[in-house]
């Protein structure tokens, strides 16, 4: 009996479908209409409904699907996609997002890792609705959606056949993207600045208010770049909360904080105002605006989804030169052995500002190689502090003036040990009304030989 019953088994299906008559209806559906979809069979619209959305909007589709069918069946639902441009008969259908016969809702492997972090789902939404929610839409999920809806019968023996299939088109979809809405724009093209100056920049930015679009979050700042340098430094930047983020070059030890600000302006709509109050020479160059655009991820993650920059604008300055020159001298011709040996640097400047001088002393030793930049002895910074450091023979260091142009060091109890040539340098800074400081020159002086003499050598 038993062998007999699985015999007759492929025709009994055979027979089976063959009187089940083509039940299944898939339709496109309206994602809110709440009257139920028509049941005349195989309507494929001539054209499908054509959406544009916006980069990072939702596409919400909804595909209603229903069986006649007497018999007990299950239902698949796949939602797919398709390229733009291809004929959908011969296109292949990306799978983004399925219910399967057993209920459970897979992902397509191209879609799977955005159904992890919640940007995909799919629900069943009413007796016989569909909705599959693509959210944080990309470009790249531009084209031609379809439902393929299956039906599945359960043979005696437990195992399921597939009875039916139909496929329909839900819509065709275009998404307009962030970067081809933003522009920038910067004036005025062309400022000369004197040094201590206030310089003011505007960055007109636009597409950022067109219409407020879910998770897209901005950021707007100011580049410059000097001579041939291709990439552009950042001078400031407000990110997406407001916060200002300072350039390295605007906020460091060498130069202190300088006062930079850039401010939204209540009018005109879009602009910002860049504002670096104390103009230095290193401000010379070519400025651009730049308009970031970030999408925020479920998990408030940033992903940067457009950038755009303003032509270039040109800041340049009145040269005010600095010229520093240092010379090294022995006062006395002779050192011996215990006495207190002198070093001297004459420093000289020219320059229409105000300069602090940071100098430091250096001692090449002569069993040193020729690629050595010699020991630091002692240094005075530019708010003249003096820092000492220790001699080759351990011996006591001291710095001072001799006079106002004139500084210098002095070797204390002096030993054989301290031989070796000598030098100073002495770097030029300009400090700016906002307290920042700009160094203007640096020089390096000649070398001069300590020799220790022992006594009637
Ligand atoms: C800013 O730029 C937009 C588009 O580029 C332009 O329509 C608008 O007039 C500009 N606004 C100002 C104040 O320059
Ligand atoms: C250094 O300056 C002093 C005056 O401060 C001067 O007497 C001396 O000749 C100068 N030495 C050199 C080498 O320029």
Known sequence: MDALCKQAMPDLLLLLLAVIPDKLSVLPAAPSAPKPPLRSRGAVPASPLQLTLWESQDLQL????????????????????SAPDASRD??????????RRDFAVEAGERFAERHRAQELSLAKTGDRRYQMVLGWLRPEDAGIYHCVAGEWIQDPDGSWQQIAEKRVVLAQVTVRTVASQLAASASPAKVRVGSGEALELLCN?????????????????????????GEGRLVARLDPGGALVLGDSYANRDVGRRHVSLQKLASPLGSYQLRIESAQPSDVGSYRCVVWAFVRSPGDKLREVASVRSE??????????????ATAWLPSATIYRGDTAEVRC?????ATQDIALALSWWVELPDEGPTSHGVLLASVSREGVADLASRPSGGAVSVDKASP?????????????????????????VRYPDLSWYKAGSAKSNMVTVYPYTLGE
């Open 312 to 325: 270039a604008l040109t800041v340049d300055m009145k040269s005010e030169a600095v010229v520093l020159e």
């Open 62 to 81: 909804t595909c209603a699907v229903s069986s006649q069918t007497p018999q007990h069946v299950h239902l698949s639902v796949s939602f797919g996609l």
């Open 90 to 99: 011969v296109q292949p259908l990306q799978e983004v997002i399925a219910v």
């Open 205 to 229: 930015a636009s597409g950022l208010q067109a219409a407020p679009l879910p998770h897209i979050v901005y950021s707007l700042g100011w580049e410059v770049s000097q001579g041939s340098e």
């Open 346 to 350: 004459n420093v000289s400047v020219e």
């Open 405 to 429: 142009t004139s500084h210098r060091l002095r070797l204390h109890g002096v030993q054989p040990s301290d031989e070796g040539k000598y030098h100073c340098a002495v770097t030029a800074w």
